[in-house]
C-alpha cells in the first residue's frame, strides 16, 4: 500500500534535495506549512526579465514533500511565472482531480520527473505537503504581482 508511494525514483529525489539555502536579497519569500503533517517549506525567489533567476529554500518536510520540493529546486531556474502557476495548477488536478501529469508536448521536459509522484492522488492526506513548493512559489510570484495570466 504505502510502498507504491515510497518508490525508489520518490526516495531517490527526497534525498537529492538540494541542501537548504535562503537567498541574501531575494524579490519575495514564502512559507507554507501543512497543518495534516507539520510539514514545512520557505521558497524565496529572485526574478530577472520575468523568469526565475534565483531560488533558495529550506524544506523541513516528510519524503513525499522533500521530493516534489527537490525536482521543483533542480528545475525551477529559467521559468516563467505563467509556467510555474500552470505547474502547481497541473499538480493539483493531477492530485486531486485525477488529472494527467505536467508532462507531453504542452510541458516542457523538466518537469517530467514530477509524474512518479501521481501514486500519492490515492492518499488524500498526502496531497498537502506534496503541494507545499509549489503553494509557496505561486505565492512568492504573488507578492511581486506575477499574477496567473503573466
Request: some cysteine.
Amino acid at each position: 500500500m504505502l510502498s507504491e508511494l515510497y518508490t525508489g525514483g520518490v526516495l531517490d529525489a527526497a534525498a537529492a534535495i538540494p541542501a537548504a539555502r535562503r537567498l541574501d536579497a531575494p524579490d519575495a519569500s514564502a512559507t507554507k506549512v501543512s497543518r495534516v503533517c507539520g510539514s514545512e517549506v520557505t521558497v524565496d525567489l529572485a526574478m530577472k526579465d520575468g523568469r526565475v533567476a534565483d531560488f533558495g529554500m529550506e524544506a523541513k518536510a516528510c519524503a513525499l514533500g522533500q521530493a516534489s520540493a527537490s525536482i521543483v529546486a533542480r528545475n525551477i531556474i529559467g521559468a516563467e511565472a505563467v509556467e510555474l502557476y500552470r505547474l502547481r495548477d497541473r499538480m493539483r488536478a493531477m492530485l486531486k482531480d485525477g488529472g494527467d501529469p505536467p508532462v507531453g508536448e504542452d510541458w516542457d521536459e523538466r518537469w517530467r520527473d514530477l509524474a512518479m509522484l501521481e501514486p500519492i492522488r490515492d492518499y488524500p492526506q498526502r496531497h498537502a505537503s506534496t503541494l507545499l513548493v509549489f503553494e509557496a512559489v505561486c505565492a512568492c510570484l504573488d507578492q511581486l504581482g506575477l499574477n496567473a495570466s503573466g
